[in-house]
C-alpha cells in the first residue's frame, strides 16, 4: 500500500505560478511511476504528467506541454509538478498517482494503482 499527500495548490493569476508536492509512503517510492491528474469542475478527470522511477522517461499532455514540469526525488519520496505560466482552465482538483508498472499504460489510461486526496489550484483572469 502506497500513501500520497499532495500539497501546494492555492489560488493565483493568470500567468503566475505553483509549485504542488507529494509525499508518498508506504513502499519503496523509487519502485513506483509517479504522476499527475487534474479534475475540473464538471469535466472528467485527466492526465497531465507522469514520471519514470529513475526520472529518464516523461509524459505531458499536450496542454501543459512546455509550461509545467515533473521531478521526482527518491530520496526525499516525494514528487513535483512546477506549473508556469498559469490560465484559467487550469484550474482543477489536481491528484498525485503511483503505479506498481514500468510502463506508462495505466497513466495514460487513467488507472493507477494509488491515488492521493487531491489539492484545489484555482487559476484567476
Known amino acids: 500500500q502506497v500513501q500520497l499527500v499532495e500539497s501546494g495548490g492555492g489560488l493565483v493569476q493568470a500567468g503566475g505560478s505553483l509549485r504542488l508536492s507529494c509525499a508518498a509512503s508506504?513502499?519503496?517510492?523509487?519502485?513506483?511511476?509517479m504522476g499527475w491528474f487534474r479534475q475540473a469542475p464538471g469535466k472528467e478527470r485527466e492526465f497531465v504528467a507522469a514520471?519514470?522511477?529513475?526520472?529518464?522517461?516523461?509524459y505531458y499532455a499536450d496542454s501543459v506541454k512546455g509550461r509545467f514540469t515533473i521531478s521526482r526525488d527518491n530520496a526525499k519520496n516525494t514528487v513535483s509538478l512546477q506549473m508556469n505560466s498559469l490560465k484559467p482552465e487550469d484550474t482543477a482538483v489536481y491528484y498525485c498517482?503511483?503505479?506498481?508498472?514500468?510502463?506508462?499504460?495505466?497513466?495514460?489510461?487513467?488507472?493507477?494503482?494509488?491515488w492521493g486526496q487531491g489539492t484545489q489550484v484555482t487559476v484567476s483572469s
Open positions: 514520471i519514470s522511477w529513475s526520472g529518464g522517461r516523461i
Open positions: 498517482a503511483a503505479d506498481r508498472s514500468q510502463y506508462f499504460s495505466a497513466f495514460l489510461a487513467g488507472t493507477p494503482d494509488y
Open positions: 508506504g513502499r519503496t517510492f523509487s519502485n513506483y511511476l
